[in-house]
């Protein structure tokens, strides 16, 4: 059993969730190789030997491989899959855009989303909005497998794999990149920020949303979240949203202002460590999954915990 997982990487920086899916990938089976493509994708192939339980680090270097697109990376992939017997990416864009590519072209099943490993041909993957947990034994010959990455803890540091260079596939020439408009923050990243302050309806507006969320963000250092009602009312841009279809977090501390604790919103933040939230209605069923609640107005409760998180 080989497995070669696909690195997630931005701007020559290996992100979080490779560490994390590579915790799964080691489960499936070993030796485990990952694959570093972009355009100049040395430092994050460096940052990849570097992690514990690789043994070599394939990178193809290509301005195919710049901007993430599908067909030239399945294109790579599927030349490469001669070798192994299981894909695994983390389920970001990136993993969700590229392997149903591969797994199509390979003519086998995707697995997707997994949160455990209970054998090189057994996952577990929640559905019906994490209501249930679903147990699939693949019976193909390849296995592609997306990773929920927050229900995995990371590898540590230590390794130190081969490096080993690849040639380019050529471009399928199906897709070309034309533009793309990034949303640059100093916040942290919501997918791997330790610290979550989401808002939900209850803000209001988006001035609102604004004056009350981004202080607190501030004073803890938080990436700011938000629920589906609250982007889709236009407090908050869409890659804010938590959740069944937006982001799913599992950071150390998620504090909720303001949402009711739908079960959709609970799928994307209920592996949270620590959940605080604050509502009006004490029968709000985020105080059923909530470490500490608040019943209070989150308009007076907040600038309050502002002041005294201030004084500390
Ligand atoms: P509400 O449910 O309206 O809750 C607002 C809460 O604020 C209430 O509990 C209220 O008591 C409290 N409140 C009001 N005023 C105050 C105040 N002044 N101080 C304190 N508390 C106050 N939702 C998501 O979040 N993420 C998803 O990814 C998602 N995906 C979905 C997918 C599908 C297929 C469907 C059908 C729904 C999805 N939803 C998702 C929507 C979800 O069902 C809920 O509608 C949504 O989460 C509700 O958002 P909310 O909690 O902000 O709003």
């Known amino acids: 059993m080989a497995t070669l997982l696909l690195a997630d990487h931005h701007e020559d920086h290996l992100g979080d969730a490779t560490a994390k899916a590579l915790t799964a990938a080691i489960q499936i089976g070993g030796p485990v190789h990952i694959l570093v493509a972009g355009t100049s994708p040395k430092g994050a192939a460096a940052e990849a030997a570097r992690l514990e339980g690789v043994e070599k680090v394939l990178v193809a270097s290509g301005e195919i491989y710049g901007h993430g697109l599908a067909e030239p990376f399945a294109e790579l992939l599927v030349g490469l899959m001669g070798a192994y017997d299981a894909l695994v990416a983390s389920s970001s864009t990136t993993g969700k855009n590229i ?7 390979l003519d086998v099943m995707q697995i997707s989303d997994i949160s455990k490993v209970d054998g090189p041909d057994t996952f577990e993957r929640p559905v019906y909005a994490g209501n249930a947990i679903q147990t699939v034994k693949s019976t193909d010959a390849k296995k592609i497998v997306t990773v929920r990455t927050a229900a ?33 923050s100093d916040r942290p990243e919501l997918g791997s920020a330790k610290i979550i302050v989401s808002g939900g309806r209850a803000l209001g507006s988006a001035e609102k949303f604004k004056e009350v969320i981004e202080p607190l963000a501030d004073q803890l250092g938080a990436a700011i979240g938000a629920s589906r009602a609250a982007v889709d009312a236009g407090y908050a841009p869409n890659d804010q949203q938590v959740g069944q279809t937006g982001k799913v977090v599992a950071p150390d501390l998620y504090v909720a202002l303001g949402i009711s604790g739908a079960i959709q ?25 909530a470490d500490y609640g608040l019943v209070a107005d989150l308009f007076t409760a907040v600038p309050e915990l502002i002041s005294e998180l201030a004084k500390t």
């Not at 392997?99 to 072209?105: C, E, G, H, S, T």
């Not at 050529?170 to 640059?184: H, K, N, W």
């Open 99 to 105: 392997l149903p590519r591969v797994a199509a072209l």
């Open 152 to 184: 995995f803890a990371a590898t540590g540091e230590g390794g130190s794999a081969a490096v080993e260079d690849i040639s380019a596939a050529g471009d399928p020439g199906l897709s070309r990149f034309v533009g793309e408009e990034l949303t640059r």
């Open 265 to 289: 919103h609970l799928a994307g933040m209920k592996d949270s460590k620590v959940i605080v939230a604050i509502n009006k209605d004490d029968e709000a069923p985020i105080f059923q999954v």
